[in-house]
């Protein structure tokens, strides 16, 4: 009889060895799935948060574009009037010049 009850002490005390052996593999499988799937939502977070700053860096461009452009549409309208405006006045510079030449020879 009592050799039966260390037989089935041992018996009980292998299994609480196998449960344990069970739980600590179960655990290390159990910790590296969570770091994988933490790893991978982290990856899905960066992925996003980099798509959301392009689309932020986009939307600011083209703000940007919208208020360059008429500024630059005025600047070209300035441009041509001043243009315009030294065109004009060249012709009448030549000639004042012209008339200073000829006059200063005196070829009238």
């Known amino acids: ?14 299994q609480a060895e196998e449960i344990k052996r069970s739980a600590h593999l179960e655990a290390r499988r159990m910790v590296q799935e969570a770091e994988l799937k933490a790893a991978e939502v982290y990856q899905q977070s960066a992925a996003a948060a980099e798509a959301e700053g392009r689309q932020v860096v986009a939307a600011g461009e083209q703000e940007g574009q919208g208020l360059v452009a008429p500024i630059q549409q005025r600047a070209a309208e300035e441009i041509e009037k001043i243009v315009a405006a030294a065109r004009g ?9 012209m008339e200073r030449i000829v006059k200063s020879y005196g070829h009238s």
């Open 1 to 14: 009889m009592l050799v039966e009850m260390i037989r089935e002490i041992r018996s009980a005390e292998e």
């Open 89 to 97: 006045k060249q012709e009448a510079a030549i000639t004042m010049v």
